[in-house]
């Protein structure tokens, strides 16, 4: 049986079919609109944004007389696709696709059916199986004895990092709604999707890209989920977010929206010199972990650093990467700065230093630094080859 589910445009009307298409998957209990809105404002520029309603859910009311599979939903949402690529005179092109939760069930089950309709997929807070046949069952019995209003405090506590209740009260609170509107019939078919939904044998036959990402305080779909499912495709990539549950879109939709357009615009990102920099020395990992923790208490800090020390020294030619990683050691040596020393010393072995004149940086440093700090960067520097040699 394959349902119907309801699209909704969060592009406005501009410029929609000269941009690439962008679909947009939800979580159980919400609507595309409050899960998705703040997040999107980050993608418009680059994308036509479409979101999508489950059985239900949000604008889409309809419910299937019979239960459904996620191949089915996965089926559904490649229906509304057609529908809008049809307006948009792209009919059958690929998309990219991103998903929360059951949204991100969907995108899985698209990889997989469907290979050539996806370009690449970001998969949020979800995994390859989600909780066990009892908890849904659990589930479905309390919904369909009180209703989608009976679990509302439940799921707040599920859904929210600590913090996010007090901090952002329209934004929770048109979640909570979304939630307890939705139809309880609804709710339950997807449910009995989600239950009967495992693939974590078939990772390893998704092709395109994918990019995990996790919150840490996330109890549905621990960061471990998403880790299995980066580390179960070809070409997958996990991040964590420090200051997200189970709805990072809503919770942190700045660093999600610059996450997605990093992954589905890869080097089109103009991002500066600073931040190119950055990358070639310390790595995308370490970069996108410290675009994605930040908060508006540390964002500008990030900023800064990215355009002053990586932007505005280190891209300056009057010394090569190898000098300055040498100068950089020494100066984190004599400040005791431990762990950023770890860190650029990752830094220098990128920049073509041996671990032979790392030794003898490291000896100067003894001389003008002091011994104690020298024997503590040693130290440090024996940790980081040792990692190096796993």
Not at 22 to 45: E, I, M, N, Q
Not at 141 to 147: F, K, L, M, T
Request: include cysteine; hydrophobic fraction near 45%; charge should be negative.
């Amino acid at each position: 049986m394959i349902p119907v589910v309801t699209g909704v445009r969060l592009s406005g009307a501009r410029h929609r079919a000269e941009l690439p298409l962008l679909v947009l998957g939800p979580s159980l209990g919400t609507s595309a609109g409050a899960l998705w809105t703040d997040c999107a404002r980050g993608l418009t520029d680059d994308f036509d944004v479409l979101a999508w309603d489950l059985p239900g859910h949000g604008h889409n009311r309809a419910v299937p007389d019979e239960p459904f599979t996620m191949a089915e939903l996965a089926e559904a949402v490649l229906r509304l696709v057609a529908d809008v690529q049809e307006q948009r005179g792209d009919v059958d092109a690929p998309f990219a696709y991103a998903g929360v939760s059951v949204g991100g069930c969907v995108g899985q089950q698209l990889l997989l059916d469907h290979p050539d309709r996806v370009t690449a997929a970001a998969l949020i807070c979800t995994g390859a199986k989600i909780l066990d046949a009892d908890t849904w069952a659990a589930r479905v019995s309390q919904v369909r004895a009180s209703g989608t209003s009976s679990i509302v405090s439940a799921s707040a506590e599920r859904w929210f990092a600590p913090g996010f209740l007090e901090h952002e009260q329209s934004r929770s609170s048109a979640l909570l709604h979304s939630l307890s509107d939705a139809v309880d019939a609804g709710y339950v078919e997807v449910c009995h999707a989600l239950a009967g939904f495992d693939v974590r044998d078939r990772l390893g036959d998704v092709a395109a890209p994918v990019l995990a990402i996790a919150g840490a305080h996330d109890s549905v779909c621990p960061p471990e989920s998403l880790e299995l499912i980066a580390d179960g495709v070809p070409d997958g990539r996990l991040v964590v977010l420090e200051g997200a549950s189970h709805l990072a879109p809503a919770e942190q939709p700045e660093e999600v929206a610059d996450l997605l357009r990093r992954h589905f615009l890869g080097g089109r990102v103009d991002r500066g010199p600073g931040e190119t920099v950055r990358r070639e020395v310390l790595g995308d990992a370490h970069v996108d972990r410290s675009f994605a923790g930040a908060t508006d208490l540390t964002r500008e800090f990030q900023d800064f650093i990215t355009t002053y020390a990586w932007g505005g020294v280190w891209t300056r030619p009057g010394l090569d990467r190898r000098s300055r990683s040498m100068i950089t050691l020494t100066a984190l040596v004599a400040g005791g700065h431990h762990e950023e020393l770890a860190l650029h010393l990752r830094a220098a072995r990128t920049n073509g230093l041996s671990w032979d004149e790392i030794k003898e940086v490291l000896l100067q440093t003894a001389i003008y630094c002091g011994v104690p700090a020298a024997n503590t960067a040693f130290r440090i520097a024996q940790g980081v080859r040792d990692e190096e040699d796993e």
